[in-house]
């Protein structure tokens, strides 16, 4: 009876050690399924900001051309895809958008209205992400805004926070369709496509959409 009890200690020992295993074991994949699951949540939370800036993006230049109707009506066919303008005087010389790669801002500092404008890649400095800045123009709480760059020496600018967000926008002053057909005549439309970059999980992902941006006056 003492050597059947001891048998049946020692299975039931072993029983339990087979039990904790597979406890152990079945965790492990729990643990190992939420932890590819919240990685994949990052990722479509990610990718969802991205388009998100994209779609901000490709509004923004959009503004560009409605801003200038509206501002300089009185000769919206030579205004209407300039940009940094102050005058309708300054349509015939202002620098127009052209064929090439750009940053979105918009200045808090000096312009009232808070146009979206555009410069140059190549003739700023900038750190390469999109930042999160807070800027005092007299109210009593100051306004955060998204800006793809700025200027570094404008002391009304505070650097709240960095995120990883790369946004540029490429023009094409000569868009055609997928037949080499030209999408418009006579220099009167053009395409922005706004690219969003990020890093995830060491990965290197990216978001790209265009809008054909057409003088409609």
Same mark, same amino acid.
Request: proline letters at 0%; one cysteine or more.
């Given at each position: /009876?003492?050597?059947?009890?001891?048998?049946?200690? +020692?299975?039931?020992?072993?029983?339990? $050690?087979?039990?904790?295993? %597979?406890?152990?074991?079945?965790? /492990?994949?729990?643990?190992?399924?939420?932890?590819? +699951?919240?990685?994949?949540?990052?990722? $479509?939370?990610?990718?969802? %900001?991205a388009i998100e800036l994209a779609m901000e993006g490709l509004d923004a230049v959009k503004s560009i051309r409605d801003t200038n109707y509206l501002l300089f009506a009185s000769d919206p066919e030579t205004c209407w895809d300039k940009l940094s303008l102050t005058s309708t005087s300054d349509c015939a010389t202002a620098t127009p958008i052209a064929s090439r790669e750009y940053y979105l801002f918009q200045d808090f500092s000096t312009d009232p209205m808070y146009r979206w404008n555009m410069v140059r890649v190549g003739t700023v400095a900038r750190n390469g992400y999109l930042n999160l800045f807070a800027v005092d123009i007299g109210a009593t709480d100051p306004i955060s805004y998204y800006s793809d760059w700025h200027n570094a020496s404008d002391s009304a600018f505070t650097n709240d926070e960095t995120n990883q967000f790369f946004r540029t926008v490429t023009v094409d002053r000569d868009p055609v369709d997928s037949s080499g057909a030209a999408l418009c005549a006579?220099?009167?439309?053009?395409?922005?496509?706004?690219?969003?970059?990020?890093?995830?999980?060491?990965?290197?992902?990216?978001?790209?959409?265009?809008?054909?941006?057409?003088?409609?006056?």
């Open positions: /009876m003492l050597y059947a009890l001891r048998t049946r200690l +020692a299975e039931s020992m072993v029983e339990t $050690i087979i039990s904790i295993t %597979v406890i152990a074991l079945a965790s /492990m994949a729990t643990l190992s399924m939420l932890q590819t +699951a919240l990685k994949g949540n990052n990722v $479509i939370g990610e990718k969802l %900001v006579d220099d009167q439309c053009f395409q922005a496509t706004v690219t969003v970059e990020w890093t995830i999980n060491s990965l290197t992902q990216s978001v790209s959409l265009s809008r054909l941006i057409t003088n409609v006056y």
